[in-house]
């Protein structure tokens, strides 16, 4: 198709998308409605599911550094524990701002050949059997520009949501928070008392070590509508929100940077209408919760990239473009009902105490701890085809385990396999093979290596996510190889 796949915002998921996109070679433009990205986010960590992906496109380095440090604890509910033990090595916290990911996401979609555009601000969609046509404001005036495709990764308040005509679910209503970075002297910072209140949250972070006097100021209210987008942002409104939760006032002597956030919980019916989709907050918006908005949001992108590039260029098999919202609805639902659950443990907080202690004894059972960390970012697809050698496999759908292959080439890390973004098929059969697949020579990548008793199969269909699509167990299946193939390349 000669027009190109429009992707409204350029956040987390939209930038992420964008750089699948440009790896695969389709034609993107990302709309920013920001005229100035400022370096300063409300979002602090990366997380480890985060960081896999990065690994397998060759951008970990970017993001983590040797002087990256990590955030040591993980909390539901404001319950905190330590991270140790395996989650340390599976789950780990990068503190990474999220500023600083969209910036070097930013970079690479640019090098990857997309089109960025700031100052660029959607105001309406209308679709037809052969495309998207977007009606855009920007300080030049307005105009329209002709899609193939669009993605709304535009946050809670999606207009590529409510122009497409996508139906929501309404879960919770909304809240509604502030965040500040101010300077403050010692006297004034002495008076904070950070915690849980009758009417909400306040937290009070070191944002600068340079600077101690500066200081991050966070609240949270479960039940209040915040005002209005088109309302700026004061000084003003820090102070009096604070004051009603806290009841106190503070003195701020400057304030660096504010933003304002909160929507009411809602999980889009469908991700698709024709030939519009939704991702990340678009799609699901929820309370913060511990970085998970921004993985889901991430991984959103990650499942629908390769798939909207195999549909522009006219390889994607039949249902592949609908496999996105089955895929990822679930996860989705699971993101919401993680954030939702952990309401009650903090307010109303004469109520929740009970429940706090318990939770805090559940958390030091392994077994509790993992299950909640993992809640969202453990994902397996149910992806088993007709004749399937191993439709029960543990790895079915699940992401393909970091391991060591042994090749003729010598010794190969499997995220090191993925740099492409093209799908994998592993020969571990030890000599039997796979059948003839140069016919998808230019999508799917053939790597021999010697059986591999971590896997745990002797063939192993990849897909470009990472995600196991198919394997075999004993022996040659090359109908169902093929039959895989087919399914999930076209």
């Known amino acids: 198709m000669s027009d190109p796949i429009v992707i409204v915002g350029g956040g987390a998921a939209g930038l992420t998308l964008a750089c699948e996109l440009g790896l695969a070679g389709a034609a993107t433009v990302v709309l920013e409605r920001r005229s100035e990205l400022p370096e300063r986010s409300g979002g602090m960590l990366l997380n480890a599911h985060i960081a896999d992906f990065l690994r397998k496109r060759g951008l970990e380095e970017r993001f983590r550094t040797p002087d990256t440090p990590t955030w040591g604890r993980s909390h539901f509910g404001l319950v905190y524990r330590d991270i140790d033990g395996e989650l340390a090595d599976t789950d780990y916290d990068l503190i990474v701002p999220q500023w600083r990911s969209e910036q070097l996401l930013r ?23 052969d495309g998207v046509t977007l009606t855009v404001v920007s300080p030049e005036g307005s105009g329209t520009l002709r899609a193939s495709y669009v993605v709304g990764c535009d946050g809670p308040r999606s207009v590529v949501a409510g122009a497409a005509g996508f139906e929501f679910d309404h879960l919770a209503p909304s809240y509604y928070g502030v965040i500040a970075d101010v300077v403050v002297d010692d006297e004034a910072q002495a008076l904070f008392r950070a915690g849980s209140y009758p009417s909400g949250q306040f937290g009070v972070l070191p944002v600068n070590p340079a600077d101690p006097t500066e200081v991050r100021l966070m609240t949270v209210e479960f039940y209040r509508e915040p005002p209005s987008d088109g309302e700026p942002l004061t000084a ?27 929507s009411p919980t809602r999980l889009a019916r469908n991700y698709r209408v024709g030939r519009v989709f939704l991702a990340g907050d678009a799609a699901h918006p929820h309370p913060p919760s511990s970085g998970h908005g921004m993985n889901t949001a991430v991984h959103d992108a990650v499942n629908l990239g390769w798939k909207l590039a195999a549909a522009v260029r006219g390889r994607a098999p039949s249902g592949l473009l609908d496999s996105y919202h089955h895929e990822r609805h679930p996860v989705g639902r699971r993101a919401c009902r993680r954030a939702l659950a952990q309401i009650p443990l903090q307010t109303p907080l004469d109520r929740a105490a009970p429940l706090r202690e318990i939770f805090a004894e559940l958390l030091e059972l392994d077994v509790v701890n993992t299950f909640l960390s993992q809640y969202v970012t453990r994902v397996r697809y149910p992806l088993a085809v007709e004749g399937s050698a191993d439709p029960e496999h543990e790895l079915l759908g699940a992401v393909l385990p970091d391991t060591t292959l042994m090749t003729s080439a010598g010794a190969v890390a499997t995220p ?22 140069s016919a998808w020579a230019d999508r799917l990548d053939v790597v021999v290596a010697e059986p591999c008793k971590e896997l745990g199969a002797d063939a192993v269909l990849v897909r470009p996510d990472g995600h196991v699509a198919w394997l075999g167990t004993d022996g040659a299946h090359h109908d169902g190889l093929l039959a895989a193939v087919r399914t999930w390349f076209g």
């Open 107 to 129: 970079e690479r979609a640019v090098e990857l050949g997309v089109e960025v555009r700031l100052g660029q601000e959607v105001i309406d969609i209308e679709q037809d059997p």
């Open 236 to 262: 003003d409104e820090i102070r009096s929100t604070i004051e009603r939760i806290t009841g106190q006032a503070p003195d701020l002597r400057e304030v660096r940077w504010m933003t304002r956030y909160g």
């Open 416 to 437: 090191e396999l993925f740099r492409s973004g093209r799908g994998v098929v592993l020969d571990l059969s030890g000599g039997r093979g796979v059948p003839d697949l």
